[in-house]
């Protein structure tokens, strides 16, 4: 069983950064893939991009290859998300899930967080 929590989230101009950091708990960290999702209002999940138990593989959705990247410190049983050159469309509540399976799908994700909100606005 794994907990985890997402923060960092917040308001944005447009062209700003953000890191989303993701903490677990209550499990073996290293023994689970993390992916990073989110949902705007009205629209369904986006599978934005995952990483693998050691962190040595990464892989991203094309909408935000190049601006965002996804980082884990299994010391610190932590993931990242830095996301850079924000537009108003990344707007939406962002998650972390892990799992047994380096994914791109909801379903393969046992554990999610409870959501952050990301805010890009001028």
């Known amino acids: 069983q794994v907990q985890l929590v997402e923060s960092g989230g917040g308001l944005v101009q447009p062209g700003g950064s953000l890191r989303l950091s993701c903490a677990a708990s209550?499990?073996?960290?290293?023994?689970?893939?993390v992916g990073w999702f989110r949902q705007a209002p009205g629209k369904e999940r986006e599978f934005l991009g995952r990483?693998?138990?050691?962190?040595?593989?990464?892989w991203y959705e094309d909408s935000v290859k190049g601006r965002f990247t996804i980082s884990r410190d299994n010391t610190k049983n932590t993931v990242y998300l830095q996301m850079n050159r924000l537009k108003h469309e990344d707007t939406a509540v962002y998650y972390c899930?892990?799992?047994?399976?380096?994914?791109?799908?909801?379903?393969?994700?046992?554990?999610w967080g409870q959501g952050t909100q990301v805010t890009v606005s001028s």
């Open positions: 990483i693998n138990t050691v962190g040595g593989s990464t």
């Open positions: 209550g499990g073996t960290f290293s023994r689970y893939h």
């Open positions: 899930a892990a799992g047994l399976f380096y994914s791109e799908r909801s379903r393969d994700y046992d554990y």
